[in-house]
């Protein structure tokens, strides 16, 4: 078996989850959410990121919005939707069991 | 820098060096690729560009052009397209239509060549299977080890993604090797690591690990032992083009001295001449040095080629040099037919001169030895007691005649010389026992002769051979000298033959003759008593 892989999937499997949480709080462009992401150590290059992005945006998860910038190319603000709201709700309920049930098994 | 291009990045206009815009070309074309078949991909493609120009903004502000340095810290902040953490998610997976399955070797997964692994992919199971079977039928019947290696040279490696493809067939996206878009390999990782591990099992993963270590022992093993090959091979080749050289160019004495069979070898190119045609001489040099050496350059080139492990495009100049091979030993032999030729019929002559008045002993003397002659180099044919020994400076050859000495049936003393030569006809044959020189007279009660005859100058060696038949009646005594002993070829015509034998070698030389043939002066003496 493959530590790295491992943990990449794991990763993965969160990603999308993090993103909506950050998003929760309030709007922000892609630099932020990298930014809080990469802090958090949950991705490792902000490529992984845009994809993403576009996924949920398609999935009717987030909106966005063209806002200039002073120092360079506009920026796409992404904020959630009502959609996007619901969504993360029912995440964070399957996170939380999903938390518990690791704890209980590890606990054991 | 020497050159910068203007480009438009996200709306915004860059300069940029020319080596620089060649890797940022180069990530663009691999992004899109990345994202050509995703759902939305075109505008995560936009995204990543957006965020591409605010990097290099941050970086350059809008003087000055972009380097090299830039566009890779810049890859460096957003990663590699494979390694993109997203391929988890089915959605984004590329989906490939069906495709034909075929056979390769998998240079993912390979212990020695990647043939169970491709095996394993095409039958879709495990290539520890495989892997068992052959080194299980290696040992028990040995047969493993030829099919494996000959499907190792049939069987071609997927080295490119299609090929991977194929390889797989449907399978491939299932395959825990991770997902594939166009040339480029998401999840590298996942690949080089684990190859297909995911789908093994424990015991599986184990006995990979264990196969992939005696794989490699194995290898080396190989390695060694092909280096060993590799240097007996070169030391052999050099070893025999040295003798080669040593023999027939220097003529150096004491290498090939075979005496057992009594052929010197080292004279062997001097005797050539008075073998064969002068004009065959040459060509028969050139043609043997060829079919000899060129094995020899062959050996040394495949050793030198085992040591390295190297492969070369020698395909075509080793089919010439075979051809070449070939066509020169095909000469030879059509050279030595011709030469055999000359030996093809024989011929034969005979003089008899009769002695009027048999005496009570006859000496047989010797005039001229071998011994006494200038002669360079001798060559002898085995078992055949007979020997040629040559004159290089009168350009003379030397050969012992045999003597026969048998009883004669009419109370004469009779001596009957029968020469014998070969020729490409018997005329010829004859006209040459003709030429051949031999000296012998009847002096009083002795008869004189020479250990040898003469092949004259100029005239080739063609298996001559004289032979001596003296007649004497029953009772004549007969007195060799040590010389004249060693001619004599004599059938003892009696029961103890072995024993008779052993008497002439031993002693001197008084012999009388009996209606039986000759025996030992002294037994018949004694036996009188």
Not at chain 1, 55 to 83: C, F, V
Not at chain 2, 133 to 151: A, K, N, P, W
């Amino acid at each position: 078996m493959d530590l790295e892989n491992n943990k990449a999937q794991m990763r993965k499997g969160i990603l999308e989850y993090c993103i909506l949480s950050v998003l929760s709080r309030n709007s922000c462009y892609a630099s932020d959410i990298i930014k809080e992401l990469k802090e958090a150590e949950v991705i490792v290059v902000e490529g992984t990121l845009y994809p993403l992005l576009t996924r949920q945006k398609n999935a009717g998860l987030l909106s966005y919005r063209w806002e200039e910038s002073q120092q360079g190319p506009p920026r796409k603000y992404y904020e959630l939707t009502d959609d996007g709201r619901k969504y993360l709700a029912e995440l964070d309920k399957s996170w939380k069991e999903l938390v518990e049930s690791v704890n209980l098994i590890r606990t054991r | 820098m020497d050159k910068t291009i203007n480009i438009n990045l996200g709306g915004t206009l860059f300069n940029i060096d020319e080596d620089a815009f060649r890797i940022l070309r180069d990530y663009l074309q691999a992004l899109n690729s990345r994202f050509a078949n995703v759902q939305g991909g075109h505008e995560t493609v936009e995204d990543i560009e957006l965020r591409i120009a605010e990097i290099f903004q941050s970086q350059k502000g809008l003087a000055g052009a972009v380097t090299k340095e830039n566009v890779e810290s810049m890859i460096a902040i957003i990663g590699k397209p494979e390694d993109f953490d997203t391929s988890g998610s089915e959605s984004d997976a590329p989906v490939y239509t069906s495709q034909k399955k075929r056979l390769y070797r998998n240079p993912d997964d390979k212990i020695i060549g990647g043939v169970s692994s491709g095996l394993a992919a095409y039958l879709d199971t495990d290539p520890v299977l495989f892997r068992i079977l052959f080194v299980l039928s290696t040992i028990f019947f040995g047969v493993g080890f030829f099919v494996y290696i000959g499907l190792w040279i049939a069987l071609p490696e997927a080295k490119t993604e299609s090929r991977k493809r194929a390889m797989y067939g449907n399978a491939y996206n299932r395959q825990g090797t991770g997902t594939y878009a166009g040339n480029l390999t998401l999840d590298g990782a996942a690949i080089t690591n684990t190859g297909s591990y995911n789908n093994t099992s424990k015991l599986g993963n184990a006995l990979n690990e264990v196969f992939r270590a005696l794989g490699r022992v194995f290898y080396i093993f190989l390695r060694v032992f092909a280096i060993i090959i590799g240097v007996s091979f070169v030391l052999t080749g050099f070893l025999f083009i040295l003798c080669f050289v040593m023999i027939f160019v220097f003529k150096f004495p004491g290498i090939f001295s075979i005496n057992e069979t009594g052929i010197n070898l080292v004279y062997f190119a001097d005797f050539l001449k008075y073998i064969v045609s002068p004009a065959s001489v040459p060509w028969l040099m050139i043609l043997v040095s060829v079919v000899v050496l060129l094995p020899m350059i062959a050996l040394i080139y495949w050793g030198v080629k085992m040591i390295f492990w190297f492969r070369a495009r020698d395909g075509v100049v080793s089919l010439v040099a075979l051809v070449v091979w070939v066509m020169c030993l095909a000469a030879l032999a059509i050279i030595g037919f011709n030469e055999g030729v000359s030996f093809a019929e024989t011929g034969k002559s005979s003089i008899e001169t009769v002695l009027p008045q048999t005496p009570d002993t006859i000496y047989i003397i010797t005039d001229h030895k071998i011994a006494d002659l200038k002669y360079e180099k001798q060559i002898s044919l085995p078992h055949e007691e007979y020997s040629v020994f040559l004159n290089e400076e009168k350009k003379e050859l030397y050969v012992r005649p045999y003597l026969s000495v048998d009883p004669s049936e009419d109370k004469v003393t009779r001596l009957e010389v029968r020469k014998r030569s070969t020729g490409r006809n018997e005329f010829e044959a004859v006209k040459k026992t003709e030429a051949l020189i031999y000296n012998y007279r009847f002096i009083k009660d002795s008869l004189n002769l020479d250990e040898y005859f003469t092949i004259p100058e100029g005239r080739k060696w063609s298996a001559d051979e004289i032979g001596l038949h003296l007649y004497i009646p029953a009772g004549t005594i007969l007195k060799f000298d040590n010389t004249s002993r060693i001619l004599v070829h004599t059938h003892f015509h009696d029961e103890n033959e072995d024993y008779l034998m052993s008497r002439w070698e031993s002693e001197t030389g008084n012999w009388i003759m009996t209606s039986d043939g000759l025996e030992p002066l002294s037994s018949k003496a004694s036996s009188r008593k």
